[in-house]
């Protein structure tokens, strides 16, 4: 049995983690400071320790590392969203950057085994074209995808300096079960399944033809868990793209639920294009997607869009 710490682990993806590792016979200590706006509940669970912290706060973050001692820790807190940093750039870097120094330290501090970053897809911009490899020279056009990113050096150099095992996942646009619905900056699949639910058109940004690679949150977990469960030293200090390999362009994905559509103006600071070259985690993880979008699309529609 091991002990895994998980931050930002009340929401979206880190709860799915969470589960996953329970289900797996760890004992499991959650750290979340609840501050996502898109967030309609928190995803506690009452069978893991659970510290209502803020990562980017070195004194309120030590509790839970000097009471639980984790030997794995999978950091998911962050300030989310490519808009709100636009508008919120010294708050994206204070939680983004500063706070996983806060956690990378406290893991060399205590002597956890290896912690697993979530990073992002946005660090590939414009320039690069598709499908995105780990090698290609990053192209970050806001205060979200910089202060992710420079994270990713932390966690590179914690490595390579301190030997600190570090293993980093550029994940993909996420959805699936518990993804956030509040507000216009939530993930696109989500918000148009609640507009379809709620019987409104569907907004789609731009003229839609914007392309995403749309991962499914299991299979995000399943990544983490293979990447925790690892033997294979070559995976430490590396940077894994976390997709499916297939892409759809935003009003594809409005067509698979509605045919009634609005637009809405273009924003600022978003590649045209996102699709994950999986070469390097399939042969080094051994990792495959499994959820195809359009077959949770049908099954969302089955049980009521509920």
């Given at each position: 049995?091991?002990?895994?710490?998980?931050?930002?682990?009340?929401?979206?993806?880190?709860?799915?983690?969470?589960?996953?590792?329970?289900?797996?016979?760890?004992?499991?200590?959650?750290?979340?400071?609840?501050?996502?706006?898109?967030?309609?509940?928190?995803?506690?669970?009452?069978?893991?320790?659970?510290?209502?912290?803020?990562?980017?706060?070195?004194?309120?973050?030590?509790?839970?590392?000097?009471e639980f001692r984790p030997d794995y820790v999978f950091h998911l807190a962050a300030y989310a969203r490519i808009p709100p940093s636009i508008k919120?750039?010294?708050?994206?870097?204070?939680?983004?950057?500063?706070?996983?120094?806060?956690?990378?330290?406290?893991?060399?501090?205590?002597?956890?085994?290896?912690?697993?970053?979530?990073?992002?897809?946005?660090?590939?911009?414009?320039?690069?074209?598709?499908?995105?490899?780990?090698?290609?020279?990053?192209?970050?056009?806001?205060?979200?995808?910089?202060?992710?990113?420079?994270?990713?050096?932390?966690?590179?150099?914690?490595?390579?300096?301190?030997?600190?095992?570090?293993?980093?996942?550029?994940?993909?646009?996420?959805?699936?079960?518990?993804?956030?619905?509040?507000?216009?900056?939530?993930?696109?699949?989500?918000?148009?399944?609640?507009?379809?639910?709620?019987?409104?058109?569907?907004?789609?940004?731009?003229?839609?033809?914007?392309?995403?690679?749309?991962?499914?949150?299991?299979?995000?977990?399943?990544?983490?868990?293979?990447?925790?469960?690892?033997?294979?030293?070559?995976?430490?200090?590396?940077?894994?793209?976390?997709?499916?390999?297939?892409?759809?362009?935003?009003?594809?994905?409005?067509?698979?639920?509605?045919?009634?559509?609005?637009?809405?103006?273009?924003?600022?600071?978003?590649a045209k294009e996102t699709l994950a070259d999986l070469t390097k985690i399939k042969k080094m993880l051994d990792y495959q997607p499994k959820i195809?979008?359009?077959?949770?699309?049908?099954?969302?529609?089955?049980?009521?869009?509920?």
């Amino acid at each position: 049995m091991n002990r895994c710490l998980v931050t930002g682990g009340a929401g979206f993806i880190g709860s799915h983690i969470v589960d996953e590792l329970l289900a797996e016979g760890n004992e499991v200590c959650v750290v979340d400071n609840e501050s996502s706006n898109s967030n309609e509940e928190f995803y506690w669970n009452n069978k893991c320790a659970n510290y209502k912290s803020d990562v980017s706060n070195y004194q309120s973050v030590i509790k839970p590392f000097k009471e639980f001692r984790p030997d794995y820790v999978f950091h998911l807190a962050a300030y989310a969203r490519i808009p709100p940093s636009i508008k919120n750039p010294v708050v994206a870097c204070q939680n983004n950057f500063i706070g996983t120094c806060n956690v990378l330290q406290l893991c060399r501090y205590y002597k956890t085994k290896r912690i697993l970053y979530s990073s992002t897809s946005s660090a590939y911009g414009i320039k690069n074209k598709p499908p995105h490899r780990e090698d290609m020279h990053r192209d970050c056009l806001n205060p979200y995808s910089v202060s992710k990113v420079a994270a990713e050096d932390l966690c590179k150099m914690y490595h390579s300096l301190y030997g600190l095992e570090t293993v980093i996942f550029r994940y993909f646009n996420v959805y699936g079960d518990r993804q956030p619905l509040k507000g216009q900056y939530a993930p696109v699949v989500g918000i148009f399944l609640k507009q379809k639910e709620n019987m409104e058109a569907l907004t789609v940004v731009g003229d839609g033809s914007q392309r995403r690679d749309f991962t499914n949150v299991k299979d995000v977990v399943s990544a983490n868990l293979l990447a925790k469960n690892s033997n294979n030293n070559e995976i430490l200090g590396e940077i894994f793209n976390v997709g499916t390999g297939r892409n759809h362009s935003v009003l594809e994905l409005a067509k698979m639920i509605d045919d009634q559509v609005t637009y809405l103006p273009a924003r600022q600071g978003e590649a045209k294009e996102t699709l994950a070259d999986l070469t390097k985690i399939k042969k080094m993880l051994d990792y495959q997607p499994k959820i195809r979008l359009e077959d949770y699309i049908k099954t969302e529609k089955k049980l009521g869009l509920s």
